[in-house]
């Protein structure tokens, strides 16, 4: 049974969101600039003190929704059995995160498209980035045994899951209509990330088509010079 403060927190909860998702939308379709907090406060219902109580700005307000997805990779990660390898925990977060039915990925790519269009808030995004990504990096930390401070694995780990993350999303972004699933083409990015990120396949390092006239690894300075004697070149 849920007690009448964890009911409170979870009424508070609701109605910093649904104050954050109005400051998305109210950008999304009028321009950053053009939203104001009384506007935001009628989109989501509530009154305009209640949105200052809340938020100190509109700013804030959206941003609420980058950190809150931030945020949740914390909590999953931290709820996840300890003996689970860590990649595995991982993919079963993203995979269920962009799989979840009562996920709006429009939202958050609205909210990320708002960001990178205002220099302020793109500056603020950035000191967000910073806390946020060093408490996932030590949570990943903790679950192998290293040090966020002094070794590369857990900072290099959440990195890349971060960017794989991204990368996938982005593709579906440009194409939602296409063959490929935000879920597959996470998995596609968990699955390379993991193999070391093979060449795809058909293509090889090196494989750039050499000049006319020059052999497959040659180069114009390893030939030797017509003009070049042969007592020179046994020098």
Known sequence: MTSPTGLRDLKKAATRDALGLAAVRLGKQHGFDAVTADAIAHEAGVSTRTF?????????????HIEVSALEWFELL?????????????????INL???????LDDTFAAARLIEANPALMARRLEMHHSLTRKLGE??????GTDIDTDLYPNLLQMAVGGAVTAALNIWMNDPA?????????????????????????HSAGSTPEPEGHSAGSTPESEPHPHTSEHNRGA
């Open 78 to 94: 931290r709820a996840r059995p300890s003996t689970e390898p860590i990649w595995d925990s991982l993919r079963h977060i993203a």
């Open 178 to 202: 296409g063959g490929s699933t935000p879920r597959a083409l996470i998995e596609d990015a968990f699955d390379q990330l993991r193999a070391g990120l093979p060449e795809p396949k058909g």
């Open 98 to 104: 962009v799989a979840d039915p009562g996920r709006d």
């Open 139 to 144: 949570a990943i930390a903790e679950r192998t």
């Open 52 to 64: 200052h109580n809340y938020f100190s700005n509109k700013e804030e307000a959206v941003l609420h």
